[in-house]
């Protein structure tokens, strides 16, 4: 559980450095993917 709370934090502030350059592809559907597994694991 643990080790994926970090993994998401981890790949969640990776695709913030890149966001603007993948808003175009599947960077926002990364992202949003990651923000919903995050408060998947929250819950």
Do not use: P
């Not at 643990?2 to 990364?30: A, E, M, P, R």
Request: proline share 0%.
């Amino acid at each position: 559980m643990i080790f994926y709370v970090i993994f998401c934090f981890n790949v969640t502030i990776h695709v913030n450095d890149i966001f603007i350059d993948w808003i175009k592809t599947s960077g926002l559907f990364l992202y949003i993917t990651n923000v919903y597994i995050f408060l998947y694991l929250i819950m």
